[in-house]
């Protein structure tokens, strides 16, 4: 099992940042998704093993949280581990070059195993040109792949990443999310993706925890995220609505709001024909103008699930 927690909890003072996490993941490509503020950059660095609970219990890759201390006296589960921050985390001054094989080194890696890695994986990130350039002199992209560099270069089988989409444009942000899926299925890294853009969940992961509040809201697999999607139409009626109104939510659907253009959302149960529409227009005395499907967004299921 990649991630088992139990009761986890964080609180920093009278702030409870996370409260009764419970969960168990199996290895793969798993999204963290929540809004801003729900407690997932809380959690991944308890995962890290940057920050202790303040109750509960968990594992991850079968070592306690925090892990153990091998022979040298280092942290073993960090080495496991390649932690991606939100935060811009770079040291001005050094080169992209010097900036990867120092992350190297502090995870333990002999100095020369780790300027040879780095040249490898900023190549593999296509930085390859821009190496020998001071990190400060990058642009919104080449700074969130120089942070994943870091992340990777002690090869390391689980991934925790915090926002990597952040800051970045539709085109730098389309590439990130690919370069993430490779890894994940063509080298077979294990990835926490914590983000508050389900697109980003959609593009990437098999599974999804949705968080908010600091707690745990759903767990499940993206198919599994979608299929909670409510049936809609939109409706357009003419002529006196009211009793047809009532005839739709004795029959089991309900109007759930309007269009700009005044058409109403109905939500309708599984197995619900359009047939079943025109039967009850025509036994309340109204027409329907216009009937298209309109089922809720995964965006709107986030939001319904959440608030």
Known sequence: MLIELNSLCRSFGSFTALS??????????????????????????????????????????????????DSEGNWRLRRLIGFMPETESLVPGLTGIEYVSLAGELYGMPRRDAQRRAHEVLSFLELEEARYRRVEQYS???????????????????????????????????????????????????????THLLADVEAVCERVVIIAGGRIRSIGTVDELCSRRVNRVRLRVQGEAVAFRTGLEEAGASVVGEANNGDWRVAVPDGW??????????????????????????????????T
């Open 140 to 194: 919104a992209g080449m700074k969130q792949r120089v942070k994943l560099a870091q992340a990777l270069i002690h090869d390391p089988p689980v991934l925790l990443l915090d926002e990597p989409t952040s800051g970045l444009d539709p085109a730098g942000r389309d590439a990130m999310l690919r370069l993430i899926r490779t890894l994940g299925v063509d080298y077979g890294k294990s990835i926490l993706l914590s």
């Open 273 to 306: 024909a359009n047939l079943r529409f025109f039967e009850l227009a025509e036994s309340h005395g109204v027409g329907i103008r216009a009937l298209t499907r309109d089922d809720e967004t995964l965006e709107e299921l986030f939001l319904r699930m959440v």
């Open 20 to 69: 009764d996490i419970t969960l168990s993941l199996p290895a793969g490509r798993i999204g963290v998704l929540g809004p801003n503020g729900a407690g997932k950059s809380t959690l991944l660095k308890i995962l890290m093993g940057l920050l202790s609970p303040s109750g509960g219990t968990g594992r991850v890759l079968d070592q306690p949280l925090g892990g153990d201390r």
